[in-house]
Every structure is written in structure tokens, then in C-alpha cells.
């Protein structure tokens, strides 16, 4: 039996690179999911669905955002089972290099003016194979994040993987900025493709990360201290039913982001007829400041707990998407920029900043990162098909917008209450943690 490595080496671990390693990790991948979705909104209904009505192209277009979510319980399975059983690091190298692959073959596929049904059927499964690899870096990630971290800044720690995803939504809206820009002849048939080419940079950062460098030095720590499950899988649904459903109720909160980011966009653009610049610029700014407010609001879950501060956030969440859908629908810009920004860099952010922590420390070392993905997307599901389930409910004009935001406020309620139904966790230590 190799000897157990004791505290003091677990506390004194390169903790700049390990945070490093799971900001830059979230980024690029989440890089590469976003540019998807602001394609679906913008671009891909009359490139890949132009046989189909107007209204239903939209619908058509962001169900394949939500396509994506599909095969994530499987990659959270699958890629789970590598983190758990041979390192974090590996599940991040892999998902990585799948993300690439997809993303720059989503980038070559033919039109359906070019190839018929074959566009679309090649466009889903390869949003099948962006969703099967995410949950190998959001959990992995966060496991990292929340191992490595001093005992009072888990949450804070766990937090930078997030703000790390809200970079990768900048850069993924930053890149379309210039691209809605162009002649709408060229848009359509070559213009959309230019961000998707920036995949290759994922494929070679996954490559490096996870196949070139050293093993990270927490998840090593933690195999000498623990016991590793032959199949962590199984273990996991043996013994952590509970965590699993309660995360994945928690993680609808993510339906906010979704629909508050591609729906909104998709809406205010096609329906509203407000400029996709404009809404593009509304988007960047509050991910901008969210890249800040993510970390603070983990800070005061440090000090206060992780459920009020996301419970805070999930209720907040469901309250401001009424005004925010309200000023789509009535197409005021202004109002739209101020219920945009507060909802996504204030409310959202709460809970966001808080999740990984909550949903992490759910588990102990030898599930974690399978029991952080699996449940997480179980919860995702909901999300990813939240924008698609947003347009057709909006197909019933009796109801329109409403009827989305009531949706949502659902989502945040139940997602409130598994927060309030877990164990508060900011005062447990990890080692009490990994003995469950």
C-alpha cells in the first residue's frame, strides 16, 4: 500500500496552477458549446432548416442546442468513470479533444440546400458529441477546484471554474460579433463557419493538458488517502441515489441561463427585431461582470453557507426573468439591458458561483466527479432544452412570453428547494466529506 500523503502536503499543492487548469479548461470548452448556441440562435434556422416554416425553423434550430444535453448523462457516465478512476486530468484531456474534433467538423458540414436531410442529421450528432464531452470538464473541474482548495475557500476555489465558463461565453459572443456583420449573401454560406474553426485550439489545448502534463497532484493525493472504485459508476447509484436526484434538481437552475442567453437572444432578434449586435453587446457586458460577481457570491458562501446564497440566486433568477421577457416582447432596448445584466450577472450569478461547491461536496473523493456529472446532467437536460421549449411555447399567442417565464419560475423553485433540502457543507471538512 502506497503511504497516504498527509495534510500538509494537500494544503501546500500548486493551487495557482490547479485553478489555472480549471478556469482555462471551462473556457474552452464552454467556448465551443457557446458559439453553438449563438449560431442556433442567429444563423443555423436558415442554413440547415430553410425548407421549414419561419416559426418552426427557430424551433428546429434551437432543438439541436438541446440535442447536446441528450448525451450528456452518458458522458457523465463514461467520462465520470475515467476521472474517478485514473485522474482528473484524463477526463479533462479527453473531453477536450472531443470537443474540438466536433466543433471543427460542425464547422465543414454541408447546407441542406447542398445536402438535404443529411445537414441536419450530421449537425445533431455531432451537437451529440459536444454534449457527451462537457460533463468530463464541469465535473472534473469542479472536483479539482474544491479538493485543492484551503478548507474556508472551497467555494471561492470551485467558483473560478465558473467564471471561467462566463469567459468562454465572452469569446464565443465576441467572435460573432464581427461575423453578423457580414454581407448576408456571405454570412449564410461561409461566414458562420469562422468561429467554429477555433475548435482546432480546444483539440490542441486537450491534447497538452491531458496527455502531455503531469498527473494533477490532488487527484493523486486523494487515490493514496481513499479507497477508488472499480466502477465508480456503480458505487454511485448503490449508495448516492439521493445526492444524484438532489443535484440534478438543483442544476434546472441552469434552464435560467439558457433561456436567458439563446432564447432572448433568438427572440429579441427574429421576433423583436432588435439588432443582433445590440443583443450580442447586452450579453458580453453581463457575462463580463459575472466573471466577477461569480467569485464574490462564492466568497459569501464561504462566510454564510452554500444554500441561502444559491437559493438567493434561484429565487432572484425566477423574479427578474418576468421583466426581462416583458421587455423583449415590447422590444425596449434599454429595458432589456438593465433586466439582461441584472438577471445574468447578479441573480444567475448567485447561484452559479455557489454550485459547484454545493453540488461537489455532495459526494466523497472516490464518486465525485462521477456523482458532480451525472447529477448535474440529469438537471441540464431541462436546460438544454429550455430555449427550444421556450419557442414553441411562445407559439400559443395567448400566452406568449408569460408562459415562458412561468416555466422558468418552476424550474427555480424546485431547484430552490433541493438546495434547501441538502446538508450545509461550509463547515465540513473535507476529510469528514470523503468518509461518507
Request: one cysteine or more.
Amino acid at each position: 500500500m502506497r503511504p497516504a500523503v498527509d495534510q500538509t502536503a494537500r494544503e501546500t499543492g500548486n493551487r495557482g496552477q490547479i485553478v489555472f487548469v480549471a478556469w482555462l479548461s471551462n473556457a474552452f470548452t464552454y467556448c465551443n458549446f457557446f458559439m453553438y448556441g449563438t449560431a442556433a440562435a442567429l444563423v443555423f434556422g436558415p442554413v440547415f432548416f430553410d425548407h421549414l416554416d419561419a416559426g418552426w425553423r427557430e424551433v428546429a434550430a434551437l432543438g439541436t442546442f438541446g440535442a447536446g444535453y441528450i448525451a450528456r448523462p452518458l458522458g457523465a457516465l463514461v467520462l465520470g468513470h475515467v476521472g474517478d478512476r485514473f485522474g482528473r486530468d484524463k477526463a479533462l484531456g479527453l473531453s477536450l479533444v472531443l470537443m474540438g474534433v466536433s466543433t471543427v467538423l460542425i464547422g465543414v458540414l454541408p447546407s441542406y440546400a447542398v445536402a438535404g436531410v443529411a445537414a441536419p442529421v450530421g449537425l445533431v450528432l455531432l451537437r451529440l458529441v459536444q454534449g457527451f464531452a462537457i460533463p468530463g470538464a464541469h465535473a472534473g473541474t469542479f472536483s479539482i477546484a474544491i479538493e485543492s482548495a484551503p478548507s474556508k475557500r472551497r467555494a471561492l476555489f470551485a467558483s473560478f471554474a465558473i467564471s471561467g465558463t462566463a469567459f468562454g461565453f465572452i469569446a464565443a459572443t465576441l467572435v460573432f460579433i464581427p461575423v453578423m456583420a457580414l454581407p448576408h449573401d456571405q454570412l449564410p454560406s461561409w461566414g458562420w463557419r469562422i468561429p467554429f474553426f477555433l475548435g482546432a485550439a480546444t483539440l490542441w489545448l486537450g491534447c497538452r493538458m491531458g496527455f502531455s502534463t503531469p498527473e494533477l497532484r490532488i487527484f493523486e493525493h486523494e487515490r493514496n488517502r481513499v479507497r477508488v472504485e472499480r466502477i465508480p459508476g456503480l458505487e454511485l447509484l448503490r449508495a448516492h441515489k439521493r445526492a444524484v436526484l438532489r443535484v440534478g434538481m438543483a442544476a434546472l437552475v441552469a434552464t435560467v441561463s439558457s433561456v436567458s442567453s439563446f432564447f432572448v437572444l433568438s427572440q429579441a432578434v427574429n421576433g423583436s427585431g432588435v439588432p443582433a449586435a445590440t443583443m450580442l453587446s447586452m450579453l458580453v457586458i453581463s457575462s463580463f461582470i459575472a466573471m466577477f460577481t461569480t467569485p464574490a457570491w462564492a466568497w459569501v458562501a464561504d462566510q454564510v453557507g452554500r444554500r441561502p446564497v444559491f437559493m438567493a440566486g434561484a429565487i432572484g433568477s425566477a423574479t427578474l426573468t418576468w421583466p426581462l421577457l416583458w421587455a423583449v416582447d415590447q422590444a425596449n432596448v434599454a429595458l432589456i439591458f438593465i433586466f439582461g445584466i441584472l438577471q445574468n450577472s447578479l441573480a444567475y450569478s448567485a447561484s452559479n458561483g455557489v454550485a459547484p461547491s454545493l453540488y461537489a461536496e455532495m459526494f466523497p473523493a472516490h464518486v465525485r466527479v462521477s456523482g458532480t456529472a451525472f447529477g448535474i446532467q440529469i438537471g441540464l437536460l431541462a436546460a438544454g432544452m429550455g430555449p427550444g421549449l421556450s419557442a414553441v411555447l411562445m407559439q400559443h399567442e395567448s400566452l406568449g412570453w408569460m408562459s415562458v417565464a412561468s416555466f422558468v419560475t418552476v424550474v427555480c423553485v424546485v431547484a430552490t428547494l433541493a438546495a434547501w433540502s441538502a446538508q450545509e457543507t461550509v463547515d465540513v471538512s473535507m476529510d469528514r466529506l470523503d468518509e461518507r
